[in-house]
């Protein structure tokens, strides 16, 4: 199965900028790099997908190096209600067509 | 109404019986998925259909199967639960990806809490 590292958990405060970083090995060559978002006692909601470079919208910005072996969920200005669990989602090429392994995901606390 | 939806949200039930959670969907989507949720494991994938007549394992699929009855219900059946099934137990569908990989965007329902005493 493919591995997918992301720090355990952030603390930021309103309004800064908080980048989290997702490793991901194996990831196959078609395949996305998608974000999501977790309240507790929810399902999680899809953030952002990208391939390659930089993709940007309104409510964050996702940048892949060339390798495509990681990725960096940035949220701008981050408030209280960003306070979730942020996971990288990834596909894994080495089971064929594929096993969807999200990372453990990123606890990221807002504090005022 | 919400476009994925899953009953029951809660259930309790006991060692060795057999627990059915269902979910539908109204999103039209031919991919759909079953995914649980420990404390501190993040989503871990059981099964996953990518049309009626197609049925996959997932990271975790022992002791647990599923059924596709229809482009917009898929269901999950513990045969004979144990406690180490007692977790959140999420559904998912999605459309094909941007390059016709796996990870277009899912869309979750609202889980079902299940306990097994």
């Known amino acids: 199965l493919a591995k997918t590292t992301q720090p355990i958990s952030m603390d930021s405060y309103e309004g800064q900028e908080v980048n989290i970083t997702c490793s991901h090995n194996?990831?196959?060559?078609?395949?996305?790099i998608t974000w999501y978002q977790q309240f507790p006692s929810q399902g999680p909601r899809f953030i952002i997908q990208g391939y390659k470079t930089k993709v940007t919208n309104e409510v964050a910005s996702l940048f892949i190096p060339a390798d495509r072996k990681s990725s960096t969920l940035s949220l701008p200005r981050v408030s209280l209600s960003d306070t979730a669990v942020y996971y990288c989602?990834?596909?894994?090429?080495?089971?064929?067509?594929?096993?969807?392994?999200f990372g453990k995901g990123t606890m990221l606390l807002v504090s005022p | 109404d919400a476009d994925v939806t899953q009953t029951p949200r809660n259930r309790i039930t006991k060692t060795g019986k057999r627990i059915m959670l269902e979910c539908s969907q109204t999103k039209g989507h031919d991919r759909m998925y079953w995914y649980r949720q420990d404390p501190g494991l993040g989503l871990r994938l059981i099964y996953y259909?990518?049309?009626?007549?197609?049925?996959n394992k997932g990271e975790i699929s022992d002791g647990y199967s599923v059924s596709r009855q229809a482009q917009a219900k898929f269901s999950l059946s513990l045969e004979s639960a144990i406690p180490n099934q007692t977790a959140l137990y999420f559904c998912?569908?999605?459309?094909?990806?941007?390059?016709?990989?796996?990870?277009?965007?899912?869309?979750f329902g609202p889980g079902t809490r299940l306990t097994v005493l």
């Open positions: 259909s990518f049309d009626v007549k197609d049925i």
């Open positions: 989602l990834v596909a894994d090429s080495n089971s064929g067509y594929s096993t969807l392994t």
């Open positions: 998912a569908t999605s459309d094909l990806g941007p390059s016709g990989g796996v990870t277009g965007e899912q869309f």
């Open positions: 194996n990831i196959a060559t078609n395949d996305y």
